[in-house]
DNA sequence: CTATACGGAATGAACGTTCATTCCTTCATG
DNA sequence: CATGAAGGAATGAACGTTCATTCCGTATAG
């Protein structure tokens, strides 16, 4: 097994193991078996348990960007983009439980409060797609006039939680029901 | 100290440090220093930590339920009904950020997903208020024709993420804020 | 009224377990 | 051989839980 390789089954046992049981449920020892690596070469790629798991969130990140991107064209209309993004992020969701499974774990623990504190009070002002569809619908006045968090919040809010449900088999969810899903949140936002 | 206090120190003592660090932050220790109370007194009043978590929760919605509901009159239009509703969840949250939080951490673990599971899914079929109200929108066709798990999630999705960004102080919700987020999230589910 | 005996409540040191991390040995490769 | 990667047993800290002991309010006897 090659050194990339061996790096990236220990970010697949460990992403996997989080998103199956939780923090609490993958102890190194126990990433360390899935990845069939000894409990101690994990600490050759990752300086300590931290690290590895601020890494496991870039490298999903990383992988999902692109994937939601693919198709998307900015010079649609506002409603046409955001039906787009949101249907692609559920869809990205529904096909891949375990990276949705470990967003939501990470994003509940100081880890991920950390990391959302930076993204939305961080002066980076980072390009995102996101942000920059907000902002066009409310200063064209397509979506409401609301503080950006808000409108986020009423966006990614339904399909967060309608990805949830799906995932934990509270309810299926086809193709139909997922552009009726981003069609209703689309009402919650637009003027 | 007594029996009835000592008991609900315990509880406050936990529900607070859960609130405040997650489950990992709350070992059994800090919790009996934290309501003066010796590390065994706990296990006078709970089995173990898992009676004591989920007590917690029942604790809370039967503190819950009786401040969300005051006012509420179900006799009235279903819509000025769901924005009794979501405005007095969103104010007892903001109000309540340690109940918040905690319900937050409860639901992201084992504990709550079992929880959730059997509400959804059980035939128990329980009185409840959010369920009549849906099923009475959807019937008289005033909301959308879609699945009452995804209508919760439509409804409640931008709620919980709008509380949680004013507690992480992502954002400072006034009575202005919260009258027009809650009108909002009607929008997403009325037809 | 005081002294003593009793029993449940409270205590916190101690236990066994589990975890992240370290460290020394073994192995593979040049 | 020499070098560095890999392995996994060893380590110590932290956890939930237990239990022998202490504490204290009340009942009883003198």
Redesign the interface.
Known sequence: MSKVEKRSEIVHAALELIAEN???GAPMAMIAERANVGAGTIYRYFENKDVLINGLCQDLEERMYPIILKGYAADTPLRERFLHLGAALLRYFIGNPLDFRFL??FH???YG?EH??DK??GKNAEYNVFRELFEAGVSRQVM?D??L??L???A???????AR?HI?N??SLDDD?IA??VE??W????R
Do not use: C, M, Y
Request: net charge positive.
């Open positions: 939780g923090f609490h939501e774990q509940n623990s100081p409060v959302r504190r939305i009070l409401k609301l503080p968090v808000i986020f919040a009423l990614f809010g339904p399909l967060l939680a309608v449900d934990l509270f309810i029901l009726r899903t209703a949140s009402d919650g936002i637009r």
